[in-house]
């Protein structure tokens, strides 16, 4: 049950972190925030945040 616990508090902390990486890069907010913009207009996604 606790392995379960720490799974699930884990799993928070990774989406709430990530997600705040995204926001902050898409802000420019973020230092090295031009590696996560898309390349161009084809792309949805940049070089390091797949």
């Known amino acids: 049950m606790i392995?379960?616990?720490f799974f699930g508090?884990?799993?928070v902390v990774l989406t709430a972190c990530s997600r705040t990486v995204f926001?902050?890069?898409h802000?420019?907010?973020f230092p090295g925030?031009?590696?996560m913009?898309?390349?161009g207009p084809g792309e949805r996604a940049g070089?390091?945040?797949v």
């Open 37 to 39: 913009q898309p390349r």
């Open 47 to 49: 070089d390091v945040s």
């Open 3 to 5: 392995t379960v616990a």
């Open 33 to 35: 925030h031009r590696l």
């Open 27 to 29: 802000a420019d907010r």
């Open 23 to 25: 926001a902050m890069s």
């Open 9 to 11: 508090a884990g799993m």
